[in-house]
Each structure stands twice: as structure tokens, then as C-alpha cells.
């Protein structure tokens, strides 16, 4: 895992599979669970709507 963004509670941690790459938003739920997005594009979107 390495993280790629941080800002405040909102991390982005890109995952290596055994397919490529996962990357994991965290601090965009109540209740604290991660969003799994399958594109670096789509996780900044993510992590955007939860610092709202």
C-alpha cells in the first residue's frame, strides 16, 4: 500500500492486485469504511465529494 493523497481525514492509498491496481478512499463515509475505485481518476473524484 502506498498512499498517493492526504487531506485532513480524506486518504487515497493505491493497492497493487494481482490484476493492477486498486486505490482505496478512506474519511468519505460515516462510517468509516473505505471506498474501493478501480481508477486513480475515479478515487480523486471520491475523495473530492467527501471534502465537501
Known amino acids: ?10 486518504e487515497i492509498w493505491k493497492v497493487s492486485e494481482a490484476w493492477g491496481f486498486d486505490y482505496y478512499v478512506y474519511g468519505v463515509t460515516l462510517t468509516g469504511d ?6 486513480e481518476g475515479m478515487a480523486f473524484e471520491v475523495a473530492a465529494a467527501g471534502l465537501r
Open 1 to 10: 500500500m502506498m498512499l498517493i493523497y492526504g487531506n485532513g481525514a480524506v
Open 34 to 39: 473505505p471506498r474501493v475505485c478501480p481508477s
